[in-house]
Nanobody, 130 residues
Framework: QVQLVESGGGLVQPGGSLRLSCTAS????????MGWFRQAPGKKREFVGA????????VYAESVKDRFTIDRDRVKNAVYLEMNSLRSEYTADYFC???????????????????????WGQGTQVTVSS
């Protein structure tokens, strides 16, 4: 069983930057998509961005498109979320998730949907506050 562990969260001032990491451990790691989601206090979990594990193609939520960057390290089985120009409204628990490859699938599942992902990390807390 593969497990995902996020790290790098913490307290940062508005306008600051933070880099989150998500590392897979356990059995042989396979991935179609690695995604990042966040859940602010009292709100539903929402899509942040995702990266295709093989191609490296990235997709982002509009709200973070010019501020966040996702990258991956296929040797370390890790994915990263670089967050810049942080705002207080970005305060949330941030989760990474893995979408497993689908046998015979004709197309990539929607990266922004939670049901696309099979394995989730426990989350790391990000607080943006002065």
């Amino acid at each position: 069983q593969v497990q995902l562990v996020e790290s790098g969260g913490g307290l940062v001032q508005p306008g600051g930057s933070l880099r989150l990491s998500c590392t897979a451990s356990g059995d042989t790691f396979k991935s179609l998509l690695m995604g990042w989601f966040r859940q602010a206090p009292g709100k539903k979990r929402e899509f942040v961005g995702a990266i295709n594990w093989d191609s490296g193609r990235r997709v982002y939520a509009e709200s973070v498109k010019d501020r966040f960057t996702i990258d991956r390290d296929r040797v370390k089985n890790a994915v990263y979320l670089e967050m810049n120009s942080l705002r207080s409204e970005y305060t949330a628990d941030y989760f990474c998730a893995n979408s497993l490859p689908r046998e015979g699938a004709q197309s990539e599942p929607p990266a922004n949907m939670e049901w696309t992902y099979d394995i989730w990390g426990q989350g790391t807390q990000v607080t943006v506050s002065s």
